[in-house]
């Protein structure tokens, strides 16, 4: 018995029937152990929580903070995504822990650090790793809750929905449905990739204009607005 184990067999737990199977009860039978017993090697539910997330992030692509950025940022992405769709339950704890364990933090401290050796302002890094962050954990939530997951199972799903609508209605959905959705080999996972690469090239533009004096396009942009004082 010990504090690896109890994670490894809680991971496991999650892993098969989601987080509403992890308790302490039902950890301590797989464990062989009395339900007491548990509390000698994790504090309580939420330690162990800690503990999961920080093995989920242990599993995604280290980060070097000299590497080249692009490449870092999209080898982080891929590894992000298969490390979320391997442990469907992670999703919804990876960012919500407020006690984030040390692989975790290291995580987190070598992107931040790979973008500013790369020469992103505090501000750009910023929006950087909400964006890449969001779009990374939005695309993984959608994967998770689409009806369907093969091409056939696609195929098979749009086109009975299409016998549910006046087509001519909906003309745009129709000619997306037919010359992309159902198009052979068609798989949404693959967007992923060009959407990731979408993104990666906005912000070497937004780099770049940084560079040179010229802001990115937004709200505020971070910079500290010159008011004028009084007197």
Request: proline share 5%.
């Amino acid at each position: 018995m010990s504090r690896a184990r109890a994670l490894d067999e809680a991971m496991s737990l999650a892993d098969s029937g989601g987080l509403d199977q992890l308790t302490m009860r039902r950890l301590a039978e797989v464990l062989g152990v009395e339900a007491m017993s548990l509390y000698h090697h994790v504090a309580n539910k939420d330690d162990i929580l800690d503990g999961i997330v920080d093995r989920v992030f242990a599993e995604i692509e280290a980060t070097s903070k000299t590497a080249p950025w692009k490449e870092a940022m999209r080898r982080r992405a891929h590894s992000a995504r298969a490390a979320l769709s391997r442990h469907p339950w992670a999703l919804w704890l990876v960012e919500s822990r407020t006690s984030p364990g040390p692989t975790t933090l290291a995580h987190h401290d070598a992107v931040l650090g790979c973008l500013r050796h790369a020469g992103f302002s505090i501000a750009l890094t910023g929006h950087a790793y909400s964006v890449l962050d969001s779009y990374t954990y939005g695309f993984v939530h959608t994967e998770q809750n689409l009806p369907f997951q093969s091409a056939e199972e696609t195929k098979a799903v749009a086109t009975e929905m299409m016998k549910r609508f006046p087509i001519d209605q909906y003309p745009h959905l129709v000619e997306f449905a037919t010359q992309r959705v159902l198009e052979p080999g068609y798989a949404y996972g693959n967007e992923f990739s060009v959407g990731l690469e979408l993104i990666l090239d906005g912000l070497e533009r937004a780099l770049r204009a940084e560079q040179s004096g010229r802001l990115p396009p937004g709200p505020k942009n971070s910079r500290p607005s010159k008011r004028r004082g009084r007197g």
